[in-house]
């Protein structure tokens, strides 16, 4: 690609794969309203808030793909919610749509179907379940870019994240955990393939205790290579795991399901 | 129950309803931002602009069940879809969860999932598959009902509604068409059975060709007594049949799945 | 057929069929180990403890068909249930085994499915859920006549009854209701279809509100004909509807499933 | 339509629709290797081998739709079967793609599944399970007919035709039963929808003893009104029932599971 | 754990489990009708008759955790089979009950699902299909511990053994097999789990001939690591391979679904 | 075995398994109506038209299995299809049935499904979806093997071939390839199992970006060890990607799915 956009380049995520995905592009095209420090070489800084129309048409001018970490990522009010995940996704679609559909990873959210039970395996053809605000959000999401992709031709890769980080946190991320270099080489695969459609993609690795099955995207050519069963032992030792009626092990989406509306 | 609110009061379905469910309740709320008309013997006018969440707040306090018809029924720009749609059901919520949870009966639509073809028979298990920013709206929506019944315990019939008029108006209407009895007929379960839980319930009556399976629901009790197919003579008499490739022959949300993004 | 057997013909049930499906043989051989009375013309009374191994393979001999009512039909204690519907079942087959397997009615119940969710539509493919020590012993009692038919090629209708009374009793039933004519309507489709195999049928009338779905044994010709939604107004009329968290609003098994184990 | 040509139209089926479908055309034109008798007020009469690919070129230039009767109904010898059912299907397609892609209702047969079991139930989507040569030859035919549509357009109603008699001939029809009149009323849906595609149907009607499931097929608006139910009280006075382990009380298929292959 | 209870400890699984999972808790108790020889050094015995009501009583009494391998194993007598695992079972769960809900690991079999053919592929979703009055107790257990779970909150993990022994005995084996040291990973997962509910889950070693899918039970996080193919060839030197038609090439339950009823 | 033959043992496949499965029998026989070369140590050459029935019987007799590679394997004219396809297949069944039921590999083709969207995952239960005369013949084929399994007992290897070359020839073969190794490793397993009955394998390496599920035929034992991946950097290297409307980047089948009929 010539140019690619990653939003949300100063959030947690944003930050690490703005280096990991250096070679994807010629240049990397990176956004976000927070700080996101200099540029490095084939890096371009483009500050911008979801919620303006206008900004969001400028980022994406020019683009041949966009990864979406952009938005709020945990629960909020619903003013921010609906700025960042709500308007923001329709203006990126928006945008995307005029300026000749770059292709898009959306980075979707295991809260989007976060009151699955542990105990179910579920896969990318179940309605959706979410746990919160941010858990609705991500379905609204989820619905723009099916109706983009349907109506439009737009093509998105719904990746529904479970928890990447660099190791699993807590016992439910045993059965969530992405690794950065799952993440890497799925983002790899879905600018890879010449026809993406409009996927929905759990977003995990090989984890033994895997809730999800993405057998339906085996077309994508994605085969994670981690698993966070490597990390059981030392979780173990170091944190006391969630009694059986904590919703950490109760509910595919955890704490989610039981944190309040934030009402401001 | 005391007191049942209607939004939407001034709309289409609103305004017929307003008078055939008057039997359901002591006293019948009626709220809309149009011009309501003179209140009937045991109705009460309270105008309100959705988007306003005190308003929306006012207006649920002191009711035992609403049935949600309010805000924007066909395509809108983004704007109004999104303040009486992503606002107004998102404040709608919010008010229930302050005001003891009254029962909801949810306009949905079938454009939440127009663009499954015609041809494949769905039931209420499949996911969204919205054809604009109406049926993106609604998808938020139904997903709103889901979180707030998960989380708080909160009562919602999503009903996805086909097309309810006194009479189908063109051919694929006698696949979609809802008869205003059964419409009624429909609200009298919800807010009869005992538990309702939240399901998504096709709002169509028994009609010959329908493309919608509502077997999940059958212990709610309804069964729809109208059948479209009456009209079929009268409408082939009147009407050209949309040809092979015409979106009304083809989706199911038909000819929505072909309208633009409205601008402005 | 020449001599049909109908255990339990004391009880309830037993007592009414006795009459009900006098057409069918040339001989009604009634037992049961309370009082009969005293035989009608084409009857036969054989007193018997199902419990009784000898006893069982006498009241077998000789019978064309057997409609197996016999057995506890509520909760009881350990004792009860496992003499009545454990021992008496494996005597039942296995005097059918050694006396030319006439083809079995067998009376199992509603409650070997009874954790199921009022709002959930099963199917005869679901795997059992139990509610109860009862429930418990219609479980074995199916898997009895499974493995007899697998093994052995002895035939059985295994009826999941739902209610079979006169009229509902209550809102529950009117999911769950078998009208006695529906019954006997069942009963002769079964002993006249040429093969009849070993299918699990949900014994309840064409109710609106039914939580079963007995698409799978169409086969079989039966048709129910009535329905207990004319009972409803009557009901609404004479008894407050349960609670939403009332077992009788949750689970299709109702109240047992909230029975504690029966010690004495 | 213009002109709706009936091929097979001296066989059992033919000769009575040739009346029955009179209405649905300015000209019916007739097809068949037998004698056809005189041409009616609106017939035309072309004799034709179907295994004569010129002369089926020539029956279906200028139609606007086909009801293809043609061909081998019951086993036969493979040379028969390959010329009437093989050879001539293909003609047939390939005619029609030469001509302006006529729609085409093609007479297949429950005998492409005639060895699913009679206690199971099936929909259209299941795997062929043909019960000899001819079912087998039907089986091509529905492949063609799946090809020539994916590929080309060509719009087919596959119906697996049941047993289409005035009555039932035997128990089994008792289940397989298709009424003349329901299957007048079903070819009036097929021309008349806009978009048909090519869907498979089972051609039986509303038989309380049916094997199989037309749900998949709703949105055609047919709804079959006729019952052989109500055959079966003459049947069991006239006729013997099939015992057990008769192919007749096994099978979909019937007799046809253990027919020979026929060499000569 | 403080006190795991093994039952069947002097049985062929348990025996060897004895030691193998010694180390789970500070003492293993150990119990069975037969010889358990001389205690080790974490273990304490306590001979128990599982039909025995308060000899069960008082061997649950002060445990964490129970694996039941007790029972009769095999075929039986109906006397030998009911005191065993009919009321074995019954009066385990009693127990159960009453001391504190230990979580249970229940010897189940495939022989509950026996009769399901070797060219089928199962879940655990499947209903059973018993392939003799063993694998009918072991259907029996199973409908206990649902009940039970349901009713009471019991945690069971039913665990459907294939072949637990050194090596697979026979070809069928080669498809059934579980190593002893994916048994005791299994153990491990189960009562290391916060929330274990009441799955069912197939014993079988990760088997390249495997009939059955644990698809349904990831969440637990047991992968087995062992493979019956790496016998194969040893297999076939020593052994002739099951014919065609032999049962332990047909069904999954293999030579016991040919057993017959032992009558003494 | 003692005598395997092999059909079309001069074509691509045919001129490798020749030797590759040399060891599978005593004698290997080879066919072809093209130059097979000189036989070597333990064949025995004999040139053979399908479409000869007298011939085909011949080389059938004596023979204790079959990998019928014979036929056209491309698209071509239907009277070349219709000899060697389906004359072809209907002899080989023929003299099979004669000559003691050998067991049969048949190569069946993607391309009897190639109409399936490479973003589905499909499993050997789907209906057959053909890409044209080629693909259509063999889904004829497969119905003259499920009809001789049913009737007769004939055990024949459905495999539909994916890519059978020594490596991928192109970016869709990274989906569809079968290594040589594979396909010799599931041949054996074919040859090995006591009971085969008529299951439909797909023929594809152990791919990661697989479109078939062969689940279902787990019991067989066959896990390929290749994946095609190991070539994708080479063809990314070596060859322009299919663009996303590229019908080798939408069909399964590919670029079957646009070629003409070919009319001479």
């Known amino acids: 690609m010539k140019r690619l956009l990653i939003t949300g380049a100063a959030g947690g995520l944003g930050s690490v794969m703005r280096t990991r995905l250096a070679h994807m ?25 979801l919620g303006d129309k206008e900004a969001v048409e400028n980022i994406v001018a020019g683009c041949d793909g966009i990864v979406h970490f952009g938005g709020k990522s945990v629960e909020g009010t ?4 609906r700025n960042a995940n709500i308007d923001g996704v ?3 679609y928006e945008a995307a749509r005029k300026h000749g559909h770059p292709r898009i990873v959306f980075a979707s959210s295991n809260h ?11 896969d990318n053809t179940v309605p959706p379940r979410p746990d919160g605000l941010y858990g609705v959000s991500k379905v609204f999401g989820e619905a723009i870019a099916s109706a983009y992709h349907d109506k439009f031709g737009q093509e998105t890769a719904i990746v529904r994240i479970g928890s990447c980080f660099p ?9 969530t955990w992405l690794s950065q270099d799952d993440f890497v080489r799925l983002i790899e695969r879905v600018f890879d393939v ?4 409009c996927p929905v993609i759990y977003g995990a690795s090989a984890n033994s205790s895997s809730f999800w ?3 339906q995207v085996d077309w994508l050519g994605w085969q994670p290579q981690d698993n966070a069963e490597s990390f059981r032992a030392e979780l173990d030792r170091t944190q006391e795991k969630p009694g059986r009626d904590d919703p950490n092990a109760v509910y ?6 039981v944190e309040p509306i934030h009402e401001s």
Chains 1, 2, 3, 4, 5, 6 share one sequence.
């Open 194 to 197: 010449p026809r993406l459609g």
């Open 78 to 81: 619903w003013d921010v919610i």
């Open 112 to 122: 989007a179907i976060g009151f699955y039970r542990q105990d179910q395996r579920i």
């Open 25 to 49: 592009a010629d240049t990397i095209r990176l956004s976000d309203q927070g700080d996101m420090g200099a540029p490095g070489p084939n890096e371009e800084i483009m500050p911008c808030d």
């Open 167 to 175: 190791a699993p946190k807590n016992h439910r991320m045993l059965s």
């Open 213 to 215: 099955d993405n057998g």
């Open 252 to 257: 595919q989406g955890g704490g989610f399901t």
């Open 90 to 92: 329709f203006n990126l």
